[in-house]
């Protein structure tokens, strides 16, 4: 299980970076392990491809914008559906990952299994 976020360390765009960092404090917090793949590097131009294949839909679609989440080779979503999983307690499904015993969340499900 690799969870991987598709990021632009140069962007000019302010908002943009502000999703990637808050993307990134919380998985470290959360002691989640991760790779970054920063799109803009030279090095990257292979999994900049992949992502971009991935998420495109049709031949008319405008190119996704980072941060994008992804749990392999499975897109998992972007910055909002990242917050909103958050935000809902519900972060550990929305990256399909096993939750800790200790996370609310965990709790939850426990809880709804029993009634």
């Known amino acids: 299980m690799v969870i991987k ?9 302010v908002l943009m970076k502000v999703k990637q960092e808050h993307i990134r404090r919380i998985l470290d917090v959360k002691k989640i392990p991760y790779e970054e793949i ?3 590097s030279p090095m990257c131009k292979e999994e900049k491809k992949f992502m971009q294949e991935k998420l495109k839909m049709a031949e008319e679609d405008l190119p996704a914008l980072p941060p994008q989440i992804f749990k392999d080779k499975e897109h998992r979503g972007d910055y909002d559906g990242f917050f909103h999983a958050l935000e809902a307690e519900e972060l550990y499904s929305y990256l399909d990952i096993d939750v800790p015993k200790h996370e609310v969340e965990y709790i939850r499900k426990l809880e709804s299994h029993r009634a």
Request: proline content about 0%.
């Open 38 to 40: 920063d799109l803009a």
């Open 5 to 13: 976020v598709y990021v632009s360390l140069v962007s000019g765009n």
